[in-house]
């Protein structure tokens, strides 16, 4: 379907890290002084109740707990926002109604991949390290540790209305918008803006047939 560019232990790392965390910033709303604390509250969040669901011996995730953790995923993502940066200069090409359908349906394919991917969580253990605020922008530094193995993680943040919101995710240099931005723009460029919302609807059809 798409080609993989962030794959094995940095999708996964992408993902869990990702995932646990992003919409138009408000012209003169208050900027909160600290947006690391806002993500580590998410993560904390995401982590409980996955470490809950692997207390319970499940092999699975329920549909109970999977909507738990989308509250959160969805509440502190921008999802909005990470679909114009994927979508670049193609985003003013399409209309209001297109625009709203391809967040619709990249926010479902994110959710779904992560979905796959949470239930190889194995103890991964999250460390903020620092933050460095301009305006109503912020850089949250971070590491994933495993195995004495430490992955840096770096978000991207940007305050709407007093609420710390990610919009790009950088794992060891790499951008997650800007990896999703040459897969679409590749799509684009071969099969047109209908042939990559037809892409993005047989993946979320595919993983609802399954």
């Known amino acids: 379907m798409f080609q993989q560019q962030l794959a094995g232990k940095k999708f996964v790392v992408v993902l869990l890290s990702f995932f646990c965390l992003l919409s138009t910033v408000g012209g003169a709303a208050a900027v909160s002084p600290e947006p690391m604390a806002q993500i580590k509250t998410s993560v ?3 982590l409980r109740i996955v470490r809950e ?13 999977r909507q738990r953790i989308m509250d959160v995923v969805y509440d502190r993502f921008d999802f909005r926002a990470m679909s114009q940066l994927a979508m670049a200069r193609n985003w003013k090409a399409i209309t209001a109604k297109e625009q709203d359908r391809f967040v619709t349906l990249f926010a479902k394919v994110l959710e779904n991949t992560y979905y796959d991917r949470i239930n190889s969580y194995s103890g991964e253990v999250i460390l903020f ?3 460095e ?4 922008k912020a850089v949250v530094s971070s590491v994933v540790v495993k195995n ?3 992955t840096p993680v770096v978000y991207r943040l940007r305050s709407v209305g007093g609420k710390w919101m990610v919009y790009d995710v ?10 999703y931005r040459t897969q679409f723009d590749s799509i684009i460029e ?3 803006y209908d042939g990559l919302i037809r892409r993005l609807e047989e993946k979320i059809a595919k993983k609802e047939t399954n």
């Open 190 to 192: 071969k099969e047109k």
């Open 53 to 65: 669901s692997k207390a319970d011996s499940k092999s699975v995730i329920s549909d109970v707990k």
């Open 133 to 136: 605020l301009k305006d109503d």
């Open 148 to 150: 004495n193995t430490e």
């Open 170 to 179: 950088i794992i060891e240099g790499v951008s997650l918008v800007r990896n």
């Open 44 to 46: 904390d969040e995401i």
């Open 129 to 131: 390290k620092e933050q």
